[in-house]
């Protein structure tokens, strides 16, 4: 249990500091590190990837919180070691892009969330979405190969 909120905890905080950082050193005009295939870039998103949804921040909210909730609860009984990091991915990027929702403009649960790393025919996204994006891979391969969060005790 200890590995998964340091995982969500290290997650956490690499993405709030990076977001500090994209704020003061970013604009919305694309900053070229390797050419068109890595640039840096400011956006405020309210909704989901690919901007989609963006009327429905608030229920974006509420579904993070529920996630937080579920894994928090359901913590103490994982016993795979690969789930717990693959759940401590999926908990600490939530935390990430739910902290904006919460305390950024423009209002409580309504907060729009920073992205700033872009890629090719990829939106824009975040350290916290690609916590979220390792993790759901992790998460499909522990499945594929029937491995189990819990193990049963006979």
Known sequence: MR???ATAWTIWLFDFLTKIWA???LTASPRQILGTNLQLILVKNSGAAFSIATGFTIFFSLLALAVVI???YYAPRIT????LIALGLLLGGVLGNLTDRIFREPGFLNGHVIDWI???HWPVFNLADS????AALIAFVLSLRNISPITRVR
């Open 23 to 25: 704020l003061s050193a």
């Open 3 to 5: 590995r998964l909120f």
């Open 131 to 134: 916590a979220i994006t390792v």
């Open 70 to 72: 579920v894994i928090s």
């Open 80 to 83: 795979s070691q690969g789930w």
């Open 118 to 120: 872009q890629i090719p």
